[in-house]
């Protein structure tokens, strides 16, 4: 029997396991007959229990309803691939998944209506009820968990966890959503990795009727394999590489050490300013205070890093954090130094004060008048010394 003849019976009998007492015994009798013969065995007419030609295999009602070229679909539940005609290499379990399936090939649909909206996109994976749920044409997405990715139009997104990405809409591609709703408020991104709940509540319409699903916020975070983590923790940074770690500071992961000296005074020409970022960056617009990327490039190109174009994109203010401690070591020991100057000039000063002071006394007893004496003889003058 070939695929289309295949097609016909699975159409004209919906109910083909299911046979009537009458006609069951003579089934079991040419059955038997059949058995006798080697050509008949490899070819069993009605197939074995929920095998078809072609690879395929159906079990539940209306399961590979309009099945007709379609070969390696498996399609387990009520409706499952109803509509596959020419699909091939798609598996459904469940409920209605897969159910508007007519071309698309090499999908996997578990869970109620999971994937049931898709027609013609390819090598998707979708495990929990309703997930991929609207997805038409969507390709090489992957969502785990109910409700995961359920508007999504777009292509290559990952979601991991109830109601991942379900704000995503459109055409959005290439996101990856792990326990994370998507954007808010609704709407489309591409390239954009999500990780974690912030405070929300997801509104669903549709099937089931009306959800209303608080999600509450993540509060912590901790994540191993960090890159050279010390014991007592260090702030983590990105490479460029996008890896994350922290930067060693040990010699033994440096060369071509050599002082700072002047190379610090860059730093001096730095102008720190206020500012807002735009409100596509930081909707609550918050004050700021810090550097401007292009404007530090002029003093220093070392001191920013860039963006794949090769545009100044932010400040390496860990840098600046160094030259700001070499030049205050530099302004510390020209203290030091001004320090030691002071001390002997007032130590100087001491001296000559005391100087002055016994010069002064001599002074005085030069410069004093005599003083008269009266005696039996008549007054005398005393010399200034004797006084």
Not at 38 to 46: E, K, V
Request: proline share 5%; charged share 20%; net charge neutral.
């Amino acid at each position: 029997m070939d695929l289309n003849g295949t097609a016909k019976l699975m159409k004209g009998n919906k109910h083909m396991k299911t046979i009537t007492n009458i006609i069951y015994p003579l089934y079991l009798v040419a059955l038997a007959c059949f058995a006798l013969s080697a050509t008949t065995q490899a070819q069993l007419s009605p197939p074995p229990d929920g095998g078809y030609p072609g690879g395929n295999t159906a079990e539940g009602r209306d399961a590979l309803f309009s099945l007709t070229t379609g070969v390696d679909n498996t399609a387990l539940g009520f409706q499952a691939l109803y509509n596959g005609t020419t699909a091939s290499g798609n598996t459904a379990v469940g409920s209605q998944a897969l159910l508007s399936n007519t071309a698309s090939t090499r999908n996997v649909a578990v869970g109620a209506a999971a994937l049931d909206s898709l027609t013609s996109g390819e090598m998707n994976t979708a495990v929990g009820n309703v997930s991929l749920e609207q997805g038409v044409s969507v390709n090489f997405n992957t969502a785990l968990g109910r409700h995961a990715l359920g508007r999504t139009q777009g292509d290559q997104n990952t979601g991991l966890g109830f109601f991942a990405g379900w704000n995503l809409s459109d055409d959005g591609t290439n996101n990856i959503y792990i326990g994370n709703a998507g954007p808010v408020p609704i709407g489309t991104e591409s390239n954009t990795i999500r990780i974690g709940t912030q405070t929300a509540t997801i509104v669903t319409v549709g099937n089931p009727p009306f959800e209303s699903h608080p999600m509450p916020a993540h509060t912590a975070t901790f994540i191993a394999g960090i890159s050279g983590t010390a014991i007592n923790g260090r702030p983590v940074m990105i490479n460029a590489n996008g890896r994350l770690g922290t930067a060693p500071s040990s010699a033994r992961f440096k060369e071509e050490i050599k002082p700072m000296d002047k190379a610090s005074e860059a730093i001096l020409a730095l102008k720190p300013v206020m500012f807002r970022y735009k409100k596509e960056v930081d909707a609550e617009r918050t004050p700021q205070f810090g550097l401007v990327a292009e404007q530090v490039e002029k003093v220093n190109p070392d001191l920013v890093t860039r963006d794949p174009d090769g545009k100044a994109f932010t400040v390496r203010y860990e840098a600046v954090n160094a030259m700001l401690l070499n030049e205050f070591l530099k302004e510390h020991r020209q203290v030091q130094e001004q320090q030691k100057e002071i001390d002997v000039l007032r130590a100087e000063l001491r001296e000559q004060r005391a100087l002055i002071r016994k010069v002064s006394a001599r002074v005085e007893l030069q410069t004093a008048p005599a003083q008269t004496v009266a005696n039996s003889k008549g007054p005398s003058q005393l010399s200034p010394t004797l006084r």
